[in-house]
């Protein structure tokens, strides 16, 4: 199947913005979703709607068995071990937050070390500010290469004896660089330390083998893979994650509760207390039924693709730099001279292009850069060449009304 027939999966971009076509370019931010994701939430909502594990009647049973499938789909899509390793959470951002509460509360000291890097996301810098802050631990950075990419020698000289967690993003939201994030858990794992991976860009993206890569924790996200929002996952290994401490407590992950104390749950479920996402996580494991259908091969070669088509159309864009390595995930950021890139997106807007501008929660690496703020075209499976082309086509258009900043 190729981008024009998947793009008919869409209902949503069958429309017209301001008058035109509608070019989605803002995927890196969140996917839109097949038509058999939006069947299969509608499908709950309208059949079996009703609360997991406790109830003994037939909705309650068809919910839990859909909810506990889509927890059997997402521990094949990450070639996990166990289901009781697939922690069901609202996203990347509260699952690396659920790691650093629990284990980093136990497992990190006084002048102990947490390794991240300067491309990541907020939401992998924030919590190990906060639990460095709270520890007097030390957070360092390894250092990054003028294309945006990290040499494993960095890696070597960053970790340290003293370091007990290392979080690295797997692929950049801003730069598309794809992280050695295997090589990188034999550094970290050779000095005792754990290997977080932010993957809420690299799980739609490339083919992920927690096995493979050795990490020892794994979050990501569905609304970036073609499912809802408000729903993700955490892997963890079953031995680190059954030595953790919940962070959350009520309903469903106790087992026992007395007046004075209380007992948890097994795995996975005494890390999800409150009644779950139940529609989210059904609409997740439809979600990664469509892309794993699709095939990871396929996705990638078709993104690789996308990439060099627009290398070849931007790349000689006068007065357009386009950041990061040329070898990378579909995610192409620009400036267009010294327009602001609010004013782009909103000249691409207008032409019914949908482009994401700003630091993309990345603020940390536009100060690397030397950048207040970029604009950013991200791709997925029902991108087209043509859909570049109107890229560049609106950017002619763009660098026309702004000509007197270029004048």
Request: with cysteine; hydrophobic share 40%.
């Amino acid at each position: 199947m190729n981008a024009k027939e998947i793009k008919k999966l869409f209902p949503i971009l069958d429309q017209q913005v301001n008058g035109n076509p509608l070019v989605y370019l803002d995927s890196a931010a969140t996917s839109q979703k097949p038509i058999q994701v939006i069947e299969k939430l509608d499908d709950y909502y309208r059949r079996y709607n009703s609360n997991v594990h406790r109830g003994v009647h037939t909705l309650g049973t068809l919910a839990t068995d859909e909810y506990e499938g889509a927890r059997e789909k997402v521990r094949a899509f990450l070639n996990a071990q166990d289901t009781a390793e697939i922690v069901f959470t609202r996203g990347t951002t509260t699952a690396i937050n659920l790691v650093a509460q629990s284990y980093g509360t136990d497992h990190v000291g006084e002048g102990d070390e947490i390794v991240i890097t300067p491309m990541e996301h907020h939401s992998n810098i924030i919590p190990w500010q906060q639990l460095a802050k709270r520890k007097g631990a030390v957070l360092k950075y390894i250092p990054l290469q003028e294309d945006g990419t990290i040499a494993l020698a960095d890696v070597e000289k960053t970790i340290t004896e003293r370091t007990k967690i290392v979080s690295v993003v797997y692929v950049s939201n801003v730069l598309g660089t794809v992280n050695p994030i295997a090589e990188m858990a034999k550094v970290a794992h050779k000095h005792g330390a754990v290997m977080v991976v932010d993957g809420a860009q690299a799980a739609p993206h490339v083919h992920v083998d927690v096995q493979q890569l050795d990490c020892d924790f794994f979050a990501f996200s569905a609304h970036k893979m073609c499912g809802p929002t408000g729903i993700g996952a955490l892997y963890g290994k079953k031995a680190l994650l059954e030595a953790m401490e919940p962070i959350e407590f009520g309903g469903e992950m106790i087992d026992f509760v007395g007046l004075q104390d209380s007992t948890w749950k097994e795995l996975p479920w005494k890390f999800e207390g409150g009644t779950p996402i139940i529609a989210g996580a059904i609409g997740f494991g439809a979600a990664i039924d469509f892309v794993t259908d699709l095939g990871f091969n396929e996705i990638e070669q078709h993104e690789k693709e996308l990439v060099d088509y627009s290398f070849e159309r931007l790349g000689d864009f006068k007065d357009l730099t386009i950041f990061g390595p040329k070898d990378r995930a579909g995610v192409i950021t620009f400036q267009l001279g010294d327009v602001h890139p609010h004013d782009v997106a909103t000249v691409l807007d207008a032409e019914g292009i949908a482009v994401r501008a700003g630091h993309h929660c990345a603020q940390p690496l536009m100060k690397w850069l030397d950048v207040v703020a970029t604009a950013r075209a991200s791709y997925y499976v029902y991108n087209t060449k043509e859909d570049i082309d109107a890229l560049a086509n609106g950017l002619v258009k763009a660098k026309e009304y702004f000509s007197d900043v270029f004048s």
